[in-house]
C-alpha cells in the first residue's frame, strides 16, 4: 500500500487542507476504483488502523482493490464543520463533494458514479457523512455511521428529506450508547439511532442496522470495521 499527503487550498473553507490517500498495492491506472472518503481520518488512521486492516482485508480477498481518502480535521472546527447548525457545515459538504471527489477522480483512477463512493465516520463524523450524502445523492452512493450522534431534531431533518435517488446505509450503535456526552448535552445515541433506523426504513434506502455489546469508544468501532468493510464491499 501507499499513504500519500496532499494540501488541497479549499475555496469553500478558504483554507489549506490536508488529505491522506490510500492506494492498495496492486493499484493500477489501468482499472478503475472504488473510493471510501473518511471522516476524522487522522483517528480513523491511528486509532482505528484502517490502513493496515485495508491491506489485510485486500489481500484475503475479503475486499475489492479500493482507495481511501482520510480528511483529517482540526478537533476545534470538528462541531462547525460536523453538525448540521455548525457555521462551516454547509462549506466543509461543499469543500467535500466538489472540490475533494473532484480532486480523486482527477488524479487517480476511480469509479465515477456515485455508487463508487462511500462516506464513513462515527459519532460526528457519521452525522456529516450522512448529511453530505443527503445533499449530494448522485455524488455519494453509499454511508457508514459508526455510533452516529443524532437526535430527535436531526432526524427529523432526515424524515423531511425526500431521497431521489437510492442510497446504501450502514449503521451500528452500541447497546451502552445510552448516556453519551456530548457538546450538546448527553445523548441517548440507542433511542436516537433507532428513530433514524425506523426512518429510514421508510425512504429509497437499502439498510443495514447492526447493534455491538459496548460504549462510545475507540476500540469497539475499530474491533466492528471489519465487519462494517465486508458488509459493504463483500
Not at 475555496?11 to 489549506?16: A, E, I, M, Y
Request: glycine share 6%; with cysteine; net charge negative.
Amino acid at each position: 500500500m501507499a499513504l500519500e499527503e496532499i494540501t488541497l487550498d479549499s475555496r469553500h473553507l478558504g483554507s489549506p487542507e490536508k488529505l491522506i490517500v490510500y492506494t492498495p498495492a496492486r493499484y493500477s491506472p489501468l482499472y478503475s476504483y472504488p473510493v471510501i472518503y473518511v471522516q476524522d481520518g487522522e483517528d480513523y488512521l491511528s486509532m482505528g488502523r484502517m490502513a493496515t486492516l485495508l491491506d489485510k482485508l485486500i489481500e484475503e480477498k475479503k475486499l475489492p482493490d479500493l482507495l481511501a481518502v482520510f480528511l483529517p480535521v482540526d478537533k476545534t472546527k470538528r462541531q462547525s464543520r460536523y453538525h448540521p447548525d455548525g457555521q462551516e457545515h454547509l462549506s466543509y459538504r461543499r469543500f467535500l463533494a466538489e472540490e475533494v471527489v473532484s480532486y480523486i477522480d482527477t488524479h487517480y483512477s476511480t469509479h465515477p458514479l456515485g455508487n463508487g463512493r462511500t462516506l464513513l465516520g462515527e459519532s460526528l463524523g457519521g452525522v456529516v457523512s450522512l448529511f453530505t450524502a443527503l445533499s449530494y445523492p448522485h455524488t455519494f452512493g453509499q454511508v457508514a455511521c459508526q455510533s452516529a450522534a443524532m437526535d430527535t431534531s436531526l432526524n427529523e431533518r432526515v424524515a423531511e428529506t425526500d431521497f431521489i435517488v437510492p442510497l446504501n446505509l450502514y449503521l451500528e450503535i452500541g447497546t451502552e450508547e445510552t448516556a453519551v456526552q456530548s457538546g450538546r448535552g448527553t445523548l441517548d445515541l440507542v433511542s436516537a439511532n433507532n428513530e433514524l433506523r425506523d426512518i429510514l426504513q421508510k425512504k429509497m434506502a437499502t439498510l443495514v442496522y447492526e447493534t455491538f455489546e459496548g460504549d462510545h469508544t475507540w476500540g469497539f468501532w475499530q474491533a466492528n470495521l471489519p465487519r462494517m468493510l465486508c458488509t459493504l464491499y463483500g
